[in-house]
């Protein structure tokens, strides 16, 4: 499919919380200008491995390259120093500030030591514009948002940031079909800009409509990667559930299909 290297390389990561492994053993292979969509029952590691590589958790065992480079991440604000944005299953907007502050938090831009407030909305606004997401206001509050709202503005600041690679962990869970088709809109205009793109989500149709690749994750290892234009949705459910074996031996040395 593509002959350059990936942006984003997992080899053999293991990642254990006392007696439960949530990673095991995991290879991963991103690339530019490419969708890979994580899929998986609940509990099979997706968050943790989204976490893994955005440098909230360290691994026990494995490695991340980014670009070329081994990675060992100490904390999300080094992994976006080196070109990793993250929308986190559970968001981390700022409820009580507003949109523009939002979008640039921990990146104000400043004159002196003052905060360029106009400079800040009318970039926000602009940005948003691009992108066609309607927010009546860039200085309404987190707070005040729809569900749906949030998640548009907090993909947009992945965006802003101007992350080479992106993970999204489940960014259209809460969304209606409007606000699902906005976020996969934004979701191929980073992809078509060259970026890429890790997207974790449950929903098929979302999944066989954006991506690339398909990994399947099931019980912390992977259960196989498939091409999008070479597999079936009964296929990828099959992988997820466990009724068609996976393509990593378990432990217990079953059989494994070519
Ligand atoms: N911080 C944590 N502490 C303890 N166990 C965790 C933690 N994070 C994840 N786990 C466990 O790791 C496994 C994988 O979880 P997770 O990565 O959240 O799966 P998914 O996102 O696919 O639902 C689960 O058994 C979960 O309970
Ligand atoms: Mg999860």
Known sequence: MTTLP?????RAITKRFGHVAALRDVHLSAYAGQIL?????????KSSLIRTISGVYRPDEGTVRVEGEDQNFANPAAARAAGVATVFQDLALVEVLDVATNMFIGQYPRRGPFVRRRAMERQTRAFLDELGVSVASVRTEIGMLS???????????????????????????AL???????????IRTLRDRGNTVIIVSHDMSLVFDLADRIQVMRLGRVAGVRERTRTTRDEIIGLITGAVTGDEAPADGASTTP
């Not at 990936?6 to 997992?10: A, M, S």
């Not at 209606?176 to 934004?186: F, H, I, L, P």
């Open 6 to 10: 990936p942006t984003l390389e997992l």
């Open 37 to 45: 969509a994580v899929v998986g029952d609940n509990g099979a590691g």
């Open 147 to 173: 569900g749906g709202q949030r998640q548009i503005v907090a993909i947009a600041r992945a965006m802003r940031t101007g992350g080479r690679i992106v993970l999204l962990d489940e960014p259209t869970a």
């Open 176 to 186: 209606g079909v409007r606000e699902t088709a906005q976020a996969a809109d934004m």
